[in-house]
């Protein structure tokens, strides 16, 4: 039997199917400005975020004068392209670009110490990376150098027509005669608009590059390394919104960026509700002459073969112990990113010291604290816990550290720096930070 649809009744039904079709055409534009098109070389979605001016600039922060984006990479990334891994050294560490560049894949932001001598010594390292080495660091490490007002060069390169203080040379053979002391041979290293010239390499030689750190002029005038002046630095020089503040030796898994990318598009909430968030990996120790695993999988079996070990598991093994660290190694292997576990930084975790990818908005580190007093990461941990920030652990992502396990050792010099660090934080900055953001029982410094 046929029913006949009266006239309200057939009304009724229009007015839904246009509510329906209102709805589905919000979904489809919301999508298509949600996404960026997926032929782009790294998956982005279109947050909002700022761009940034990579420009060569001056720049003082206390007694430490700062050359940004003196080296500048070939490649340049937009502010929603890409993840910035952003890390620091001084010419003792700039052999771990190698490594990093090739496992990374995307820019990487380095902040490099140079007092003094050290700087000469720098520009030799990183021309002999960019000329003879792999072509990652060439198109994707851009470098800003840092020095003490008491240690500083004798002089230093024009590397940029904006610089002030030096006279700009027009060709060669003049720049050849005024750094003739430190130089052989110069060449151009990049963009030409800004007339660059670095050292010519010479890439027959082995890699003399590698300086010992107890050669270095830092080493040998016993400077304190001010190690979140550089780490900031990097991180407020990275154009993208998201960074991955990590260290040198720190070497991550590969394709951590498209595959951080991809999980953000399956996973909108992790970008637009919620609490504040930053996504932690967790970080491990291989034993010298192993090989950094690159996968997953390699890893829990050097890991369940004592090949690996959690990182500082022998000097500080509450300082980087992730929430559930077993059932993440037990986890099965998938593809792709997740989320594998959040958490908070309270207790039994209130001393932990994460490496993450963030954003441009996250917390800094101070700048008054020093890699020889160590805990030097502990004050910005302690505001991401009173922010009630929440920790993504990811479950296919991880860094290792150049291999070689550390052990605790007793260094009468840095006990003194710890002791005196350890009681400047406590009993000066975190009364700062309480008036600043406040306090919770459950966030420990």
Not at 156 to 162: A, G, P, R, V
Not at 166 to 179: G, S, V, W
Not at 375 to 385: A, E, F, R
Request: with cysteine.
């Amino acid at each position: 039997m046929s029913i006949a649809l009266t006239r309200p009744t057939t009304l009724r039904a229009l007015i839904l199917l246009f509510f329906c079709f209102l709805a589905y055409v919000a979904l489809h534009v919301l999508s298509k400005s949600l996404y960026a098109n997926d032929s782009e070389k790294h998956s982005t979605l279109l947050f909002t975020c700022e761009e940034k001016n990579s420009a060569f600039r001056y720049g003082q922060r206390g007694s430490q004068y700062v050359l940004y984006n003196y080296i500048k990479s070939r490649q340049q990334f937009k502010c929603h392209e890409s993840i910035t891994l952003t890390t620091h050294g001084d010419t003792s560490y700039l052999d771990n670009l190698v490594y990093l560049s090739q496992r990374w894949q995307g820019p990487i932001s380095f902040s490099v110490y140079v007092p003094s001598s050290d700087y000469y010594d720098a520009i030799k390292i990183i021309s002999y990376l960019r000329q003879c080495t792999v072509s990652e660091i060439k198109e994707f490490v851009t470098f800003h150098f840092v020095f003490d007002n008491s240690h500083m060069p004798k002089s230093i390169i024009k590397l940029h027509k904006t610089q002030k203080g030096l006279p700009y040379f027009e060709n060669q053979t003049e720049i050849l005669k005024f750094h003739e002391k430190n130089f052989v041979k110069v060449m151009g290293h990049g963009d030409k608009s800004e007339n660059t010239e670095l050292p010519m390499a010479n890439c027959s030689l082995p890699a003399s590059w590698i300086i010992p750190t107890k050669q270095t002029y830092r080493n040998k005038n016993k400077l304190l390394y001010p190690v979140n002046i550089l780490r900031n630095v990097a991180r407020e020089s990275a154009t993208t919104y998201y960074v991955f503040s990590s260290d040198s030796e720190l070497y991550p898994s590969p394709n951590i960026i498209p595959n951080f990318f991809d999980m953000l598009k399956r996973n909108d909430s992790y970008l637009h509700f919620g609490k504040p968030r930053v996504f932690a990996l967790p970080i491990f120790e291989v034993y010298k002459n192993q090989t950094v695993p690159g996968s997953k999988q390699e890893l829990v079996e050097m890991l369940e073969s004592g090949l690996a070990i959690p990182f500082h598991e022998k000097i500080c093994a509450l300082c980087h112990r992730i929430p559930q660290q077993k059932e993440w190694q037990r986890a099965p292997v998938n593809d792709g990113l997740s989320v594998f576990h959040v958490g908070k930084r309270h207790w039994p975790y209130h001393m932990w010291e994460p490496i993450f990818i963030g954003t441009q908005d996250d917390p800094v580190y101070d700048e008054r604290l020093s890699w020889e007093g160590r805990q030097d990461k502990m004050t910005q941990g302690y505001v991401l816990c009173v922010l009630d920030y929440d920790f993504m652990t990811l479950d296919n992502a991880f860094l290792v550290h150049r291999p070689g396990v550390k052990v605790k050792k007793e260094d009468l010099a840095i006990k003194y720096f710890t002791q005196n660090q350890s009681a400047y934080i406590r009993g000066t900055i975190l009364s700062e930070l309480k008036v600043l953001y406040g306090s919770s029982p459950n966030c420990w410094l």
